[in-house]
C-alpha cells in the first residue's frame, strides 16, 4: 500500500512554500510565453536564414519560393502568439495585445532579409579567419560562434524593438548550446569572427564595431554591478572599435573603457581603462623553469618578457 500520509506531508509541505513564494510561481497563465515555441521559432528562422542547409533534404530552386512562404506562414502566427504572450506577461491588462503583436511580428520579419546579409559577412569572417576551416558549408552547419552570432543578431532586433523576454530567451539557449554568453542588447557590426567561443561573455550595453576578432574565455563585462537594478540603462560594457583581436581569457571591464581602432589586447590582459588605437597589449610572462626527466635544469629561468603576436 502507498504511504499516503506521507504523500500528503509532501503536498502540503510545497502548496506552503507555492504561498510563502508567490513570485516564483504562475497560475491562471493562459497567456503563458511557450519556450519550446521559441526554439521552433529559432529552428524557422535559421532555415530561412541560410536555406537548404537545415531542412533535412535538398532545396530545389524551383521549390524556394513555397519553401519560404510555408516557413513564413507558421512563422507569422506562431511569433506573433507568443510575442503577445509576452506582451501579456509585461502588462497584464494591455490596450490590444494583439494588435501590437500583430505589427512587432512584421517589423521584425521585415528586418530578417537585411540580416542575412551581414551574417554572411560573418560567416566570410570566419572562413578567412580560420585556417582550419574545410569550407563556408562547415562553417555554417557546425561552428558554435556562428550560431551565437545568428541567435544574437536575430535577438538584438527583437530587442530594439522592445518585444519582452523573447530576446534573453533566444540568446540563453544559444549559451546553453555553445558557451557563448552574448546578451541581446550588445551592438555588433560586421564581419564579426569568435574563434573556439567557449567561456565568451558579452554584456548588455557592449558596442563592437566591424572586423572584430574574439577567441574563448573573453568577458566584455561590466566593472561593478553593486549598484544593482539601479544600473539599468546605464552604459556599464566597454565599446570595441573596428579591427579589434582579444586573445583567450581576456577581461575588458566598464562603459567608459573604449578600445581602440586595430588594437591587439594579449591572453589573460586584465583591462579597465581605454586603450589608444594601434596598440599591443600583453601580460608579463610569469617566470617558467624547464626541467628534464633527471629533475635537472634544461636551460636557465626564462626571462620576463612581452609577447609579441603576429597578426
Known amino acids: 500500500m502507498g504511504d499516503n500520509g506521507g504523500v500528503r506531508k509532501l503536498v502540503n509541505a510545497f502548496l506552503e512554500s507555492y504561498g510563502a513564494l ?74 490590444d495585445p494583439g494588435s501590437e503583436a500583430r505589427a512587432l511580428t512584421r517589423s521584425f520579419l521585415g528586418r530578417v532579409p537585411a540580416l542575412r546579409e551581414i551574417l554572411q559577412t560573418d560567416v566570410e569572417a570566419s572562413y578567412e579567419g580560420d585556417p582550419a576551416a574545410f569550407n563556408r558549408d562547415e562553417i555554417i552547419l557546425s561552428y558554435p560562434g556562428v550560431y551565437a552570432i545568428t541567435v544574437n543578431r536575430l535577438a538584438h532586433e527583437l530587442y530594439l524593438l522592445k518585444v519582452p523576454l523573447i530576446p534573453r530567451m533566444m540568446t540563453e539557449h544559444a549559451h546553453s548550446l555553445t558557451g557563448i554568453d552574448i546578451h541581446p542588447g550588445a551592438s555588433i557590426g560586421h564581419h564579426f569572427f569568435i574563434d573556439h567561443g567557449t567561456g565568451i561573455v558579452i554584456g548588455e550595453t557592449t558596442v563592437i564595431g566591424n572586423h572584430v576578432k574574439i577567441y574563448q574565455g573573453v568577458t566584455l563585462g561590466a566593472l561593478s554591478t553593486r549598484g544593482g537594478r539601479l544600473l539599468g540603462g546605464v552604459k556599464r560594457h566597454p565599446t570595441i572599435e573596428d579591427h579589434v583581436t582579444i ?65
Open 22 to 95: 508567490p513570485h516564483v510561481i504562475r497560475l491562471e497563465g493562459e497567456d503563458q510565453i511557450d519556450r519550446g515555441s521559441i526554439l521552433e521559432i529559432l529552428e524557422e528562422l535559421k532555415g530561412l536564414i541560410f536555406p537548404g542547409y537545415f531542412t533535412g533534404k535538398p532545396l530545389k530552386g524551383d521549390y524556394l519560393e513555397y519553401f519560404v512562404g510555408d516557413v513564413l506562414e507558421r512563422l507569422i502566427e506562431n511569433l506573433e502568439r507568443q510575442i503577445r504572450h509576452a506582451l501579456s506577461a509585461l502588462d497584464p491588462s494591455p490596450q
Open 247 to 311: 586573445y583567450s581569457g581576456a577581461s575588458i571591464l566598464g562603459g567608459a573603457t573604449v578600445i581602440g581602432e586595430g588594437v591587439v589586447i594579449g591572453s589573460n590582459a586584465f583591462i579597465t581603462k581605454s586603450i589608444p588605437e594601434r596598440t599591443k597589449v600583453s601580460v608579463k610572462n610569469t617566470d617558467l623553469r624547464l626541467l628534464s626527466d633527471k629533475k635537472e635544469p634544461v636551460s636557465d629561468v626564462l626571462q620576463d618578457e612581452f609577447w609579441d603576436y603576429v597578426i
